[in-house]
């Protein structure tokens, strides 16, 4: 069952992706005024997350490994570039949590992957 849900490259799994992008966009992008206070590190945690969920459904949407690895890195560094023009902090740190989430949610996919086609 797992291996047939892996294998959907259909549009449940383009629109979880293209729902995915649309939640990073309003976390990433919101307003500083509309960005909750949260204890130190939070938000590397929700930076690691939504990118690990980027990797993950755009796997299953079928975009290729190499191409979805280099967009999702070039999001990040271009999010962070917007977050110091408009008012949030652009922070080396918040980059290095969203690589991490890219690299933990492409391995996850692959491991997953293998798993279920043996």
Not at 4 to 24: E, I, M, N, Q, W
Request: proline fraction near 4%.
């Amino acid at each position: 069952m797992v291996r047939d849900a892996l294998k959907v490259h259909a549009p449940l799994s383009r629109g979880v992706f293209a729902v995915v992008v649309l939640v990073s966009l309003a976390v990433l992008f919101a307003p500083a005024s509309d960005v909750p206070s949260a204890p130190p590190g939070v938000d590397k945690i929700v930076h690691a997350s939504l990118f690990f969920a980027l990797a993950i459904s755009g796997r299953w949407a079928g975009v290729g490994r190499g191409v979805l690895a280099g967009a999702l890195v070039a999001y990040a560094a271009v999010s962070e570039v917007v977050q110091g023009m408009v008012g949030r902090d652009a922070a080396v740190g918040d980059l290095v949590a969203d690589v991490a989430g890219v690299l933990l949610g492409l391995l996850a996919w692959q491991w997953f992957a293998q798993r279920s086609f043996r």
